[in-house]
């Protein structure tokens, strides 16, 4: 009798096992498989196999059809954006910069994704499968989007004009030991000597993105933790926006206004009449013709600090949500998680006309970016001489030990962002004092802030 008992017990076991593996096989879609949707979705990134991708998603989910819109970036200028909301006219999957849904999420043209993320917990928080500290909540507590690649910012430095200074080559990764040392005053020693053999030292633009990392180098920030207060008043952080506009104000820098009128920054420092200069990563792809000329060789180092040197990495990213507008909330989520996924498990290394593009310091799926790079599936001409270091392009600086957490990419950005800019030119071309732009920010940023939070309410 005990026999029969446990055959079958046994017996009871298998057959569930044998259940959960055919309902495994034969799991049904998360939404109705005999309705035909319509998806439109933007191009994204040029050098991405869009067409491909889609294919495979199409491929997965028959029913539905993919319809490629518009462009990636551009896709939310205003006031052109909101018109297009305002008549329904946005597409269903929406792409931009880390400001954009934070910004129109609030407005109700992004959806609120935190009950799919938790729903998927195992994927979208598991730090070996996807970056989750680039997952963060906005001002009203809402997640509109999840990052589907990006690039930090680093500083580039010109290599003639370091060894003709007598310079040493600064840290290329936040653990190698030489980064205690890269502080404000090693770096300011730096421009000053490279101001000696060229034009400028450095070039420092009026970029809220090189301000962030400073001012948390420094141990300040633009807004508090719970996003209430625009404290850019912070001693820690005016004093970072005196050390940014110093280099400019002692001729060591250019002003950044003039420049734009040389063709920027950027030029003068392809041209090497700037030494360094604080930009993202993807800039790489630009230097790459007068790499392979041999008219320039240029590298990679990590920012300075002043003391902080924990989580001073900003890694802008491009993001994927869903618009309001859509028909079936669900199929769009599905096309962004394959995108975050199956995109770079399956297709991309599988394609036959997608290379890695240099300038694409690619998370959270880093991994497979340096397997095809170190298995060889591209030239190594793609990325400038042979002899070209890449340590930089392997290195994941875009981690949750290296990140500046939670950047405030927060409901009104956009509008405090322009104000900043906007009076910060003024100091940069010596026409008022930092304390002066600082105190008219404030004010500026205090009043939108205070009008954004009461339309939450």
């Given at each position: 009798m005990l026999k029969k008992t446990i055959f079958a017990a046994v017996l009871v076991v298998l057959l569930a096992a044998m259940s959960t593996v055919v309902s495994a096989q034969d799991e049904e879609p998360p939404f109705d498989p005999d309705v035909e949707y319509t998806l439109t979705v933007p191009n994204f990134i040029s050098s991405w196999p869009?067409?491909?991708?889609?294919?495979?998603?199409?491929?997965?989910?028959?029913?539905?059809?993919?319809?490629?819109?518009?462009?990636?970036?551009?896709?939310?200028?205003?006031?052109?954006?909101?018109?297009?909301?305002?008549?329904?006219?946005?597409?269903?999957?929406?792409?931009?910069?880390?400001?954009?849904?934070?910004?129109?999420?609030?407005?109700?043209?992004?959806?609120?994704?935190?009950?799919?993320?938790?729903?998927?917990?195992?994927?979208?928080?598991?730090?070996?499968?996807?970056?989750?500290?680039?997952?963060?909540e906005n001002i009203d507590g809402a997640t509109y989007s999840v990052p589907v690649l990006g690039n930090p910012m680093v500083l580039w430095y010109n290599v003639d004009l370091l060894e003709a200074a007598g310079l040493e080559a600064p840290p290329q990764t936040y653990d190698d030991p030489a980064y205690v040392d890269w502080t404000w005053d090693r770096f300011t020693e730096y421009a000053e000597a490279l101001a000696e053999v060229t034009e400028y030292g450095v070039g420092i633009e009026n970029n809220i993105l090189i301000y962030w990392p400073l001012i948390h180098s420094n141990g300040?920030?633009?807004?508090?933790?719970?996003?209430?207060?625009?404290?850019?008043?912070d001693p820690a952080v005016v004093e970072?926006?005196?050390?940014?506009?110093?280099?400019?104000?002692?001729?060591?820098?250019?002003?950044?206004?003039?420049?734009?009128?040389?063709?920027?920054?950027?030029?003068?420092?392809?041209?090497?009449?700037?030494?360094?200069?604080?930009?993202?990563?993807?800039?790489?792809?630009?230097?790459?013709?007068?790499?392979?000329?041999?008219?320039?060789?240029?590298?990679?180092?990590?920012l300075p600090h002043n003391g902080v040197m924990e989580n001073n990495v900003i890694c802008p990213a491009g993001r994927v949500g869903i618009s309001s507008f859509v028909e079936e909330p669900a199929v769009a989520y599905e096309y962004i998680k394959f995108l975050a996924t199956e995109a770079w498990e399956v297709v991309l290394?599988?394609?036959?006309?997608?290379?890695?593009?240099?300038?694409?310091?690619?998370?959270?799926?880093?991994?497979?970016?340096?397997?095809?790079i170190e298995n060889d599936s591209v030239p190594q001409g793609s990325y400038g001489p042979n002899d070209a270091d890449l340590s930089f392009l392997t290195t994941n600086h875009c981690n949750s030990e290296n990140m500046l957490l939670n950047p405030p990419w927060y409901g009104p950005f956009l509008e405090t962002r322009d104000v900043t800019i906007s009076e910060m030119d003024l100091v940069f071309s010596g026409e008022q004092t930092v304390e002066e732009a600082v105190a008219n920010i404030n004010e500026q940023a205090d009043l939108i802030l205070t009008r954004w939070q009461r339309g939450q309410r």
């Amino acid at each position: 009798m005990l026999k029969k008992t446990i055959f079958a017990a046994v017996l009871v076991v298998l057959l569930a096992a044998m259940s959960t593996v055919v309902s495994a096989q034969d799991e049904e879609p998360p939404f109705d498989p005999d309705v035909e949707y319509t998806l439109t979705v933007p191009n994204f990134i040029s050098s991405w196999p869009m067409e491909e991708i889609n294919a495979a998603f199409m491929e997965k989910y028959p029913n539905v059809t993919i319809v490629p819109s518009s462009g990636f970036w551009d896709s939310h200028d205003e006031p052109a954006f909101l018109t297009r909301a305002a008549n329904g006219e946005v597409d269903d999957v929406l792409a931009g910069g880390d400001e954009y849904p934070d910004t129109y999420g609030p407005r109700g043209i992004w959806i609120d994704l935190t009950e799919y993320l938790e729903a998927d917990a195992d994927l979208w928080f598991n730090d070996e499968v996807f970056l989750s500290s680039w997952i963060y909540e906005n001002i009203d507590g809402a997640t509109y989007s999840v990052p589907v690649l990006g690039n930090p910012m680093v500083l580039w430095y010109n290599v003639d004009l370091l060894e003709a200074a007598g310079l040493e080559a600064p840290p290329q990764t936040y653990d190698d030991p030489a980064y205690v040392d890269w502080t404000w005053d090693r770096f300011t020693e730096y421009a000053e000597a490279l101001a000696e053999v060229t034009e400028y030292g450095v070039g420092i633009e009026n970029n809220i993105l090189i301000y962030w990392p400073l001012i948390h180098s420094n141990g300040g920030a633009i807004i508090n933790e719970d996003l209430t207060d625009y404290t850019i008043d912070d001693p820690a952080v005016v004093e970072t926006l005196e050390f940014m506009t110093s280099f400019t104000l002692n001729g060591v820098a250019p002003d950044p206004s003039g420049a734009q009128e040389l063709g920027g920054i950027g030029s003068l420092f392809q041209n090497g009449n700037v030494a360094m200069w604080i930009a993202g990563a993807w800039n790489y792809g630009a230097y790459l013709e007068a790499m392979d000329a041999g008219e320039i060789r240029v590298a990679v180092a990590v920012l300075p600090h002043n003391g902080v040197m924990e989580n001073n990495v900003i890694c802008p990213a491009g993001r994927v949500g869903i618009s309001s507008f859509v028909e079936e909330p669900a199929v769009a989520y599905e096309y962004i998680k394959f995108l975050a996924t199956e995109a770079w498990e399956v297709v991309l290394p599988a394609s036959e006309t997608w290379a890695p593009s240099p300038w694409d310091n690619v998370f959270p799926r880093h991994d497979v970016w340096v397997d095809l790079i170190e298995n060889d599936s591209v030239p190594q001409g793609s990325y400038g001489p042979n002899d070209a270091d890449l340590s930089f392009l392997t290195t994941n600086h875009c981690n949750s030990e290296n990140m500046l957490l939670n950047p405030p990419w927060y409901g009104p950005f956009l509008e405090t962002r322009d104000v900043t800019i906007s009076e910060m030119d003024l100091v940069f071309s010596g026409e008022q004092t930092v304390e002066e732009a600082v105190a008219n920010i404030n004010e500026q940023a205090d009043l939108i802030l205070t009008r954004w939070q009461r339309g939450q309410r």
